[in-house]
């Protein structure tokens, strides 16, 4: 299963985003081959839509959960259509690698 991590940077050592549609990166994390991919969001400056524009993003990537900080509630009705669970984590002082070993 592939896991989507909001991120405030693209390396392992970089913190949790709390922000989903405006996060500066999305990790890809394979739960199956252990690969990791790191793509910027292309949305964290748009002026609107960027919550939505950010589902089809990671939804386009194949992944079954998400997690972040918090997600606004135009994107949560669309992680339920399309079937993809979200967790939330509250400690923003958390690292990517961190993330990693709890999946």
């Not at 999305?26 to 991919?37: L, P």
């Not at 972040?68 to 509250?90: C, H, M, T, Y």
């Amino acid at each position: 299963m592939k896991v989507a991590i909001t991120s405030t940077g693209n390396t392992p050592g970089s913190f949790l985003d709390s922000r989903f549609g405006r996060c500066a990166y999305f990790v890809i994390y394979d739960t199956q081959s252990k690969s990791i991919e790191y793509i910027p969001n292309p949305n964290k400056d748009s002026l609107e839509g960027a919550g939505p524009a950010s589902v089809q993003l990671v939804a386009s990537k194949g992944v079954g959960k998400v997690v972040s900080g918090e997600f606004g509630a135009k994107v949560k009705s669309v992680f339920d259509r399309l079937q993809i669970q979200l967790i939330v984590i509250k400690d923003q002082e958390k690292t990517i690698k961190e993330i990693l070993d709890l999946l």
